[in-house]
Nanobody, 121 residues
Framework: QVQLVETGGGLVQPGGSLRLSCTASGSIFNIDDMGWYRQAPGKRRELVAA???????DYPDSVKGRFTISRDNPKNTVYLQMNSLKPEDTAVYYCYADIQSIATMTTSGYWGQGTQVTVSS
């Protein structure tokens, strides 16, 4: 069984910074792509940042230059450093990973439970 657990959300003032972490645990053989998504009330879930196993990254224009995704492969952990936060960044942030489990040796997508980020003065 595989589990993703996020930490690091909270309340921050506009212009501030937060760092999210997400650690995968369980019966893991390999982790491919990892990423962060967010969903604001009344809106669709959207990609915030993605990182491949080789380290290449993707960002939408809305966060490019402000957010940085990174990963620590030995720790099965992905990070999201968020700087210059804006009120429109307020959302529940979800971690995602494509994980090959030891039990099945097949790759499936897994989601974390989500962590709230609120940007407000």
């Amino acid at each position: 069984q595989v589990q993703l657990v996020e930490t690091g959300g909270g309340l921050v003032q506009p212009g501030g910074s937060l760092r999210l972490s997400c650690t995968a645990s369980g019966s893991i053989f390999n982790i491919d792509d990892m990423g962060w998504y967010r969903q604001a009330p009344g809106k669709r879930r959207e990609l915030v940042a993605a990182i491949r196993s080789g380290g290449s990254t993707d960002y939408p224009d809305s966060v490019k230059g402000r957010f940085t995704i990174s990963r620590d492969n030995p720790k099965n952990t992905v990070y999201l450093q968020m700087n210059s936060l804006k009120p429109e960044d307020t959302a529940v942030y979800y971690c995602y990973a494509d994980i090959q489990s030891i039990a099945t040796m097949t790759t499936s997508g897994y989601w974390g439970q989500g962590t709230q980020v609120t940007v407000s003065s």
